[in-house]
Every structure is written in C-alpha cells, then in structure tokens.
C-alpha cells in the first residue's frame, strides 16, 4: 500500500507515492534520484547511508519513509548545491580524508551534524560523534584532523605547475565528486528500466543439490521472468588461473562451501526480492564437510576437485643452503606454531553493477579492481570473443584483493544477453560475506637460528593454507609465502614451503599481502625468541640482521638498491627507546590490573606479481582542443592511483597535471595496465605512465625539431614549444587527428624484469620491495584480557613518495586493518555475515599514528618510487603481539588475540608459575 510523503530533501519539497515503511535510503536513491547516499548494509551498522533529519544525523535505511512526513532532510548533496565545496568538503579534501569514499557521505553528514552544534570539536568529539560510521581505508586519522579543521583557511593542493607535481601533496583529482555524492559506484547508474538479478546461495557447507521445475513458481509470482541455472551458462566456470577454472557460476549438483551460488532469479526488483530459498524447488542432502586443513589432508577425507588428489591445490618451496644442519648446530634456536583464521575485507561497498547488450556485444558496469581480466572471464563463460566484451568500471567503494575475483560480472552478462536488456545485481550484505573471498587462515610451523651475535644461520617454514572450495588467488598465495618467509633479512640457509588446502570453507583469495601478513606473525616472533634467548634488543637484532644491498635473497636474487630495511629500523630507534621509557613508567607507576608494552614488526614485500610477466600499458593524448586525456587502464580502488599515475605522467611530459583529464579503465579506451593488487600499480603502471609522458613530450619536440631541454606551455587550443634557439607555435586544430581522436599521443609499457624461480625456488620473483617496520605501544587489562593500542609508529621504504599525503593515508589504512587482523576479526561462515557480529576497527579503536617516510630509491621505478599499499598492513599485527609480550610475557601464536584467548593464557601462565 502506497502513502503520499510530503518532506523537505535538501530545502526544496519532495513528494513521493511510496509505502510508509519503505527505507529512507532507497527513496532517495531510487524515487528522488540522490545517489549521494550510500548504502552499505541496511542494517545500521556501517553508517554509510547517514543524513540528517531535521538537523541530527540517521542511518537512514532504518527510517521509514512515514517518519520523514512534514520533516526536512539534508543530504550530501545538500551541502554544496552549487558545486562549490563547502567548508568541511574543503578541508576533506585538503586533508586526504576520502580515499575510496564510499563512506565520505556518511562521514560528512555526521560531522555536519557535530559542527552545526559545536564549531571547533576536540579529537574526543569528533570521534564520539562519527562513531557510527565506518571506514575501511583511511585508519580515521585523516577524517579526524579534517573535520577539527574544517574552519581553516588552508587550500588543497591543486595546482603544482608544470614539472613539479611529483613529490607534492596534491589533492585527489577524483575528490570532489566523492565528496559532493556526484561519484558513481557500482549501485548508483543502474538504469530504472534494467531488470532485477538475484542469486540464490546454499546454506549448506557441502551437500548435493537436486533443482526441481522452476515453471510453476515463475507462472505463480508476479514480475519474475525465469530462474537460471547452470544449464543457461554457455560456460559454467571461472577462476583465477586458466588451468585452475574451477568455481561454477551456478551448482551442477555439488556446493561445495556455504554460500556456493544455486540459481538466479531474473525479474522486477521486487519479484526477486520477495522470494525465499525456500519457496525454491532445491533439496539438498548435506554431507559433512571439511572444515579445516587437517581434515582436508586426511587420508580418507572426500576429495573436493577431481584433478586435485590429497585436496592439495598447490605447493611452493624455497631452498637455500642446509637449513636443517644449519639450525642444529646454531647457538639459539627457536620454533613455534601459528595459527591464523578467515578474514573479511569488509569494504563497504558491497559488489554490484549492470550490464546491457549492444549489437552483438555486451556492456558490464561493475565496481571491481581488474578490468582487463573481468573482460576475459565474462568472455570466457560467455565462449565469444574478447572483443565483444565491453567493461566499463564504475567508482570502487573499497577492494583490498576482494573485487579481483568476479562476482556479479559473469551472470550479469549472461542475463543481458538472454533478455536482451538491461539488467543489474547488487549484494546484500550477508550475500557479500557469504561469497566473496577471504583471508587465508594459516597453520604455520617455523624454527630460525642464529650465532651468539645473533645473526641468523638458518630459517625453516612451512605453511599451510585453507584455499576454501576453490582455488581464486590460492596460487598466488601458496607461491608468495616461501619467497618472504623467512622476512626482511639475510640468511644463509632457507627451507620454506608454502602450500594451498582445498577444503568447505569460502574461497580464500587475495586481500591485502596474499599470505605475507599471517608468515610476517611467525617470523616476527622468532626474531623476539632469539633476542630474548641472547639478551638483545629486539631493534637491534632486526637491524643486525636486516637484508641489505649486495646480500642474496632467500632466492638468491641480490638486490643492488633500494633495499631500506636497515633505515626504516634506524628511523624508529629514537620513538622505540621514549616508548620503552613510557611503557617503562606506566608499568612502575601501575599497581591495577593495566600493563604497557612495546613491540616491533619488520616486514618486506615483494612488488607485483611473483616471478610472472606483469606489464602495464599507458597513453597519453592531447586533442584538437587543447585537452590532456590520460587513458589509464589501472583501476583507482581508493588508493590514489588516479592521481599518483598522473603526477608522473604529467612530469615526465614537462606539463601541468591541472591540465590532466582522464578516462579510467573503460577496456575499450584503455590498455591493459594490470589488476590493481600487489602493490603493483605506482611501480609497474607509475613507470608505464612515465614513459608515456615522455613518449608525448617528445612527440612533441620532434613535431617542431626543438631540443629535448625545450619548455613545452599549453594554451586554449595551442601548445607553445620554446628552447634557446627559437619558439614554436603548434595549432592543435589544424593537426591531423590520430588514435582516439588525438593530436598528439605518447605511450609507454613497462614490464618489471624477473627471473622465474627453478625447482628449488631459486630466481629474482621481483624486480623491487618495499621494506618497513612498525613499532606499537599497547596497554592490556589483565583482569578481562582486552588490549587496547595506544600508539603505532611505522617507517616505510617506499622508493620515492609520488604523493606524501596518500602514502600516509595507505599507511594509517594498511595499520587499521592490521589492528582487525591482529586483535578482532575471524570471519565465521553462516555466524558472522553482516557488519554487527564481524567488527572492524572504528574510530574509537584506533591509536595515535605517525609515519615516517623512507625514501631509498629503486632506479627502475618512476623517480625512484616502489609500493605501499600491502607494506602498510604487513607489520602492524607482529608489533602489536610482540608489545603483548612485552607487556604480560605471553607469546601470541594464534590471530586474533581476542580477549577470552588472551585471558585464557594469562590464567595458564599463572598456574605454571
Ligand atoms: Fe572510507 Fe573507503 S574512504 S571506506
């Protein structure tokens, strides 16, 4: 039953014929057209749908249409009605505060809300009162001060000049629209004609399913077209590695993990949305699944892929030297085994997108991080050509690995085809949990020696990880780990084997340092066990130890450059010594149930792909008008790529990056520029734009014969060209136009040069890494076993900071997310699927941070500069468990240390006492 609803939105009146109990959220997303407002679960927890309502913020998929009667609401569209940003948009702009921004407009309306009653809050405030909206990149530090200055007078760096974008602080190039609710996310353009798709998941972790007639219910229920199953997929398979497609669009009989899709209902959005699993014709005969490793190895146990004997997906090995005699002989020895559990990536979009067919080809619009590679798969399943796939990416609400996987991109394209319209498919967020990938759990095993200096003689590792149903990144996993399990310094004799288990757990795949975060919680204890069995300081072993140039690798690869391990440790000597002396003090001073302590992690990350061809393609034009147009095919997920990559390219052309436009990933205007994982894109895309630039300037120069010192000036419709001898004139429009319609076009490819590993893992995986450690100053209460860190201090060798601004915000990001991993999040299928039992860090979480930029320059990437988006989360949980140990003396081996685990110990370590 519909109501007519007369409010305000955004000071002008609104009328809409909706239902009275219809959300707040989907009427002004999809009856007033402000998609501004996001949606992130529908269930209060993320905050990311937050207005105002009457002046005090709301989540507003928990208000119902009816209370909005006679009300006035404002929303993030109502903040700058002109376009121009307003005071707190500015200074979230000057300050970094939005990186994906799937959550600015959340953020804002809350702070909005603050300010209108208190115009200069403290730290206090604003936390208290943007509590109730999370963020999953920024680590909050960057909201905060933006909003406590959201009076100031300062200006976002927009206009750097021609030749000196790189190394500034230069605004997001894409602020403004996440900051004005323009930006277009993968729910946001649906058209209102497109047909509604919605997949059907088991609730069984491993079963046999028998699909019945769907005739009868499609007749009976209004607005549904059909029911597909796998019978209407030309090709039901995808996955990561073309050998390995092994996941099933939707189940020919077997599910193997709970939340294995079933079928999909095609119809009106409303149609689809009233049906249950249940009024589905489906049986299941469940079966017991394999819940873990061991399980999964057994020798008896089912085995879930036919070519995949032993549920073994695959395994990866080191060897270097005599680990084995090596460790023996060793003056201290240490072992231990680890244990990690799934993790969610949590972005706060969930997946979603459209596709359309056009002619014989089809469109997909979807939020992802791998344009090129969702082109191929969807080619793929649907057996055409590449070339009759089109992929447009919309804005990535967050990705961390998550979206490198398809999710909704396979159906909808099949679904597009069959109906020969538009159609979409959004997640909800229990849909998302239950089927995107996840961390790898871990059951890691490892010993290190060293001699009485303690310097390392040998380490050994062998990990194991839960792969799930399917294999996704497990690969990439499995053969990542040996390479950096032995961590950031140079030992003589390795022994490391990484492998991938298949079991009935969701598909683990990539998320943020694929492994090398769960091994860095292994390595980073042994390094605390061979300082405490030879009184050292636990800095000062590190720095003993630390790979330097001209040392080999565990692989054998020796790094001549760039290799800043032992700087990032000398950067933190003088915060790690006042935060001893701080612990130190409070320890003396307590006499309750509070104790400080300090700990260090050290990490080092190899940057793209390992030991694979990795290259990336960029352009540079100019047109007839006088425009510069990026063609940049690297997928922005949040991390600033749109803007670091025009930075260089913008230099390396000796023009302003102001004059920059771009097109971002669109797979019919861009070339391949690679997924955007591994740390890859400012080293391996940054280097390709680079060359771009270069390649256009010298188009440039040659066009007029002037010399390569020339100073090339761009005005309306006219580039200028000047050097000693002479000025030049070029008139855009009277030039011939080239490739995508431009005047001019430069081009670069780069693909970082590797050497493949043999059979005992020897070879040069990757042509740079980024080093860092961090430190972290914790207290826990001893009485409930709860650990709350107060400080995290992190150097990061990052080659050259493109963007120091954005470099931090990976870092404050990479460090929050390292907090979940370390102390609150393990995903549990079927318990933990929305954001209320699965808790990420929020604002009042998060410690004070300070970065400290390293800056050893790697001579292969563009002006020095490496990666950082996986290094910033890598060390943060090892600081964080070696300052429990240095606070209570009990030694983590199991993530995350939630308080009943950390209690449990304390208990035990007191009775052995
Ligand atoms: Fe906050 Fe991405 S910027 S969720």
Same mark, same amino acid.
Request: proline share 5%; aromatic share 0%.
């Given at each position: 039953m519909t109501s007519t609803i007369s409010f305000k939105v955004n000071g002008a009146r609104a009328r809409v014929d909706v239902s009275p109990v219809k959300r707040l959220s989907d009427v002004l997303r999809d009856d007033l057209g402000l998609t501004g407002t996001k949606v992130g679960c529908n269930a209060g927890d993320c905050g990311a749908c937050t207005v105002l309502l009457d002046g005090e913020q709301v989540c507003s998929c928990l208000t @119902? %249409? &009816? +209370? $909005? =009667?006679?009300r006035s609401v404002t929303t $993030? =569209?109502?903040?700058a009605p002109t376009g121009v940003l307003n005071d707190l948009q500015a200074s979230f702009k000057r300050h970094g505060a939005a990186q994906c921004g799937i959550c600015s407009p959340g953020m804002l309306m809350a702070a909005s809300s603050l300010l209108s009653r208190c115009s200069s809050p403290t730290r206090t405030q604003v936390e208290d009162a943007l509590g109730g909206v999370l963020c999953r990149c920024t680590g909050y530090q960057k909201i905060v001060e933006a909003v406590m200055d959201a009076g100031g007078q300062g200006e976002a760096l927009t206009c750097p000049g021609a030749g000196a974008a790189v190394g500034a602080p230069l605004a997001k190039l894409d602020a403004d629209p996440k900051l004005t609710g323009a930006e277009k996310y993968g729910a946001d353009s649906i058209p209102k004609d497109a047909l509604w798709v919605r997949i059907f998941r088991s609730p069984h972790a491993f079963a046999h399913v028998r699909l019945g007639d769907f005739g009868d219910l499609v007749a009976a229920t209004d607005g549904l077209e059909d029911i597909l199953t796998h019978e209407d997929i030309p090709f039901n398979r995808f996955g990561i590695y073309p050998v390995g497609k092994d996941q099933p669009v939707l189940t020919e009989g077997l599910v193997r993990y709970r939340g294995d899709a079933l079928v999909a209902a095609v119809g009106t959005r409303q149609a689809v949305q009233s049906l *249950? !699993? @249940?009024? !589905?014709?489906v049986t299941f005969e469940a079966m017991p699944p394999l819940t873990g490793v061991a399980e999964a190895k057994a020798s008896d146990a089912f085995q879930l892929h036919e070519d995949k004997p032993g549920n073994i997906l695959i395994e990866g090995a080191v060897r270097k030297g005599e680990a084995k005699a090596a460790f023996e002989s060793a003056a201290a020895r240490s072992e231990g085994a680890f244990t990690t559990h799934f993790v969610e990536h949590a972005y706060i979009e969930p997946e979603a997108g459209w596709a359309r067919p056009v002619g014989d080809r089809v469109e997909v619009h979807v939020t992802t991080q791998a344009v090129h590679m969702d082109r191929d798969e969807i080619a793929s399943v649907l057996q055409i050509?590449?070339?009759r796939v089109r992929v447009i990416p919309t804005a990535c609400g967050g990705g961390f690995g998550g979206k490198l996987d398809v999710s909704v991109q396979p159906i909808l394209a099949v679904a597009a085809m069959k109906y020969g319209r538009a159609v979409a498919c959004v997640y909800e967020r229990p849909d998302s949990m239950a089927s995107s990938t996840k961390r790898h759990p871990s059951e890691i095993t490892c010993r290190f020696a060293a001699d009485e200096q303690g310097l390392l003689v040998s380490s050994e590792l062998i990990a194991d990880f839960n792969t799930g149903a399917y294999a996704s990144w497990g690969p990439t996993v499995a053969g990542r780990v040996p390479v950096h399990g032995s961590g950031p310094y140079f030992v003589p004799n390795v022994h490391n084997i990484g492998r991938g288990v298949f079991t009935n757990g969701p598909p683990a795949g990539a998320f943020r340092g694929f492994g090398v975060p769960q091994a860095a919680i292994a390595h980073e204890c042994m390094m605390d066990d061979l300082a405490e069995q030879l009184t050292l300081d636990r800095l000062e072993i590190r720095l003993r130890n630390a790979l330097r140039p001209g040392q080999p690798t @565990?692989? &054998? *690869?020796? !790094?001549?450059?760039?290799? &800043?391990m032992a700087p990032c440790l000398e950067a933190l000597k003088e915060p790690w010594a006042e935060l001893n002396r701080q612990a130190d003090g409070f320890n003396r001073a307590s006499s309750g149930s509070l104790r400080q302590g300090v700990g260090i992690g050290a990490m080092w990350y190899g940057i793209g792909n390992t030991a694979l061809s990795n290259p990336s393609t960029m352009e540079v034009g100019i047109d007839p008008g006088g425009q510069i147009v990026f063609f940049n095919g %690297?997928?922005?997920? &949040? +991390?600033g790529s749109n803007t670091i990559l025009a930075q260089i390219c913008a230099d390396a052309a000796g023009l302003p990056v102001e004059a920059f436009t771009y097109i971002m990933g669109d797979s019919d205007l861009t070339e391949d520029a690679g997924k955007t994982s591994a740390s890859r894109q400012t080293f391996v895309s940054g280097k390709a734009a680079e060359q771009a630039g270069q390649d256009l300037r010298l188009s440039i120069l040659r066009h007029v014969n002037a010399g390569e010192g020339a100073r090339i000036t761009l005005l309306p419709g006219c580039l200028v060209v000047e050097d000693d001898s002479a000025r030049h004139e070029i008139h855009l429009e009277d030039l011939p136009r080239q490739d995508k319609g431009m005047v001019f076009m430069g081009r670069g490819n780069f693909d970082p040069p590797t050497r493949p590993l043999d059979e005992n893992g020897q070879g040069d995986p990757y042509a740079t890494y980024g080093f860092a450690a961090q430190i972290a100053l914790v207290e826990v209460d001893t009485d409930l076993g709860t650990t709350r860190v107060r400080k995290i201090v992190a150097a990061h060798d990052v080659g050259r900071a493109i963007n120091p601004q954005q470099v931090e915000g990976q870092i404050h990001g990479g460090i929050a997310q390292g907090m979940g991993l370390a102390l609150m999040e393990e995903y549990v299928p079927g318990v933990t699927e929305n954001l209320h039992d699965y808790l990420i860090p929020t604002f009042g979480d998060m410690p004070a941070m300070e970065v400290i930029i390293v800056e050893d320059e790697e001579p292969l990437g563009p002006y020095g500069a490496k990666g950082v988006g996986e290094p910033g989360l890598v060390p943060t949980a090892p600081a964080i468990f070696g300052a429990v140990r240095h606070a209570t003396g009990v030694r983590v081996t199991e993530a995350p240390l939630l308080p009943h685990k950390l209690k449990a110990a304390l208990t035990n370590q007191e009775a052995r006492k």
């Open positions: @119902a %249409a &009816g +209370q $909005v =009667e006679g $993030v =569209e109502g903040l *249950q !699993l @249940a009024d !589905l014709p050509p590449k070339d @565990a692989t &054998g *690869q020796v !790094l001549t450059h760039s290799a &800043g %690297a997928v922005d997920i &949040g +991390q």
